[in-house]
């Protein structure tokens, strides 16, 4: 019988030495991301550089994780291993002078599972949640599924640069407001938040009696030289009113692994997260895959994330150079992380239901519209820039056809 089994044959270089230029084979894959896409849309010549996840091959340490596990021949629940701890304590003091401790640490099978769980357990119905955006759409959903109020605090846009919005959060506060969900580095605005920024916030919600979630799951993604500060390392009073939520699935690629970290030093939100855990009958071991692969992702993979970062800064520029010779009026927001494009079509003056229809329809492209992430998304996309550079090139040039022909159509 012969192997139905992919073969993928990376051409790697010195500039590339893990391939990401090398197309991976689709042939038996079925992804959200494109799959998922193309059959929505019943177009098979669609490019996907909506979902967030990457066009490229784990990382080969993960991927030998995973075969360890396979070789294993036995798939029972996982209990964590002291390496495993270890793997994550290292990652986060290496990368980021983190201190945490093994007490510190539970899991999930993802994050905003995880994120449920804290606002189901650490508020009431119709008690109001803050956050700032353009933000994830899930953040938004979450909430309101839960019966709390969602309070959109939106980020300050000046010079094509995202700052926090202090003097509106400030309006934004009441007595019945009990969390903040922070996003951090930020997507879809790819802002690195810096050390003075994530004080003032802190002593905010420390002012106003607001427990901080901060879901930090592109903090393996950083642009070269941009200082990344976990909102718990600011201070002891920020470790103790704080819940991180962390996973290896966005830096390395594992979305589909299944496995998210909690972090919490407070006693307090350690229980409060437990009881969430039981009640979504979660406590009991998570994905043995998820598992190997974070514990592989945090201990051996800082090359790969170097490389990885390297070519998305390569396809940023890419996408400025040519956004600046074919469509001038569209601008892209400098990211600091993240491996999306924050681009700015409002010049161009298409309502954001025209927009949608432009990209899928007359470039055959599928981004991620900005109006679907809250206020402040209006007339914005998010472009996902991992993938290979052929891959960009080709949408890219997708969306500068497009335009023309509908200025030769509308003249
Ligand atoms: C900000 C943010 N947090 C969390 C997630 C989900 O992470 P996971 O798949 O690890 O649960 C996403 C997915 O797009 C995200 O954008």
Redesign the pocket.
């Given at each position: 019988m012969t192997s139905k089994l992919s073969k993928n044959n990376f051409q790697t270089s010195v500039d590339d030495p893990y391939g990401f230029d090398t197309p991976i084979d689709r042939t038996y894959l079925s992804t959200k991301k494109w799959e998922a896409e193309i059959a929505r849309t019943n177009n098979p010549d669609l490019l996907c550089f909506g979902t967030?996840e990457m066009d490229f091959a784990a990382a080969p340490a993960i991927n030998q994780a995973m075969q360890r596990v396979v070789e294993n021949k036995h798939f029972g629940y996982p209990s964590k291993r002291d390496s495993y701890f270890d793997a994550v304590i290292e990652y986060f003091e290496r990368h980021f002078d983190w201190r945490i401790d093994k007490d510190w640490i539970s899991s999930n099978v993802?994050?905003?599972p995880a994120m449920q769980s804290l606002i189901e357990e650490l508020t009431e119905p119709g008690d109001e949640i803050l956050y700032q955006t353009p933000?994830?759409h899930?953040f938004e959903e979450l909430i309101t599924a839960s019966g709390r109020v969602a309070v959109p605090n939106q980020l300050l846009k000046r010079n094509g640069h995202y700052e926090m919005n202090f003097e509106d959060l400030a309006r934004c506060v009441t007595p019945r407001s009990k969390l903040f969900l922070l996003?951090s580095p930020h997507?879809p605005v790819g802002r690195v938040w810096r050390r003075e920024e994530l004080e003032q916030l802190n002593r905010f919600c420390l002012a106003h009696g607001l427990i901080v979630v901060t879901?930090e799951?592109?903090c393996g993604l950083l642009y070269k030289g941009v200082p990344f500060t976990p909102f718990a390392s600011l201070s002891d009073e920020a470790s103790l009113n704080s819940v991180t939520l962390v996973?290896a699935?966005?830096s390395f690629n594992t979305?589909g692994l299944k496995h998210?970290l909690m972090i919490a030093e407070s006693e307090h939100l350690q229980a409060a997260y437990s009881r969430g855990l039981k009640r979504s009958n979660l406590g009991y071991g998570g994905s043995i895959f998820g598992e190997a692969a974070t514990e592989a992702a945090f201990r051996d993979c800082d090359h790969w994330s170097e490389a990885l970062m390297h070519y998305i800064e390569g396809n940023f520029k890419r996408l400025k150079s040519k956004l600046a010779q074919d469509l001038p009026l569209v601008t892209a927001t400098q990211p600091e992380a993240t491996y999306f494009a924050w681009l700015d079509f409002s010049a161009l003056g298409l309502t954001d239901a025209a927009l949608q229809r432009f990209f899928e329809t007359e470039a055959q492209v599928n981004l991620v519209t900005g109006a679907s992430l809250g206020p402040g998304g209006e007339g914005h996309v998010r472009f996902n820039l991992a993938t290979t550079r052929a891959c960009l090139s080709e949408g890219l040039n997708r969306i500068s056809t497009a335009w023309r022909q509908r200025q030769t159509h509308d003249a």
């Open positions: 967030a993802g994050v905003y933000v994830h899930v996003c997507n879901d799951v592109y996973s699935s966005k979305t998210a």
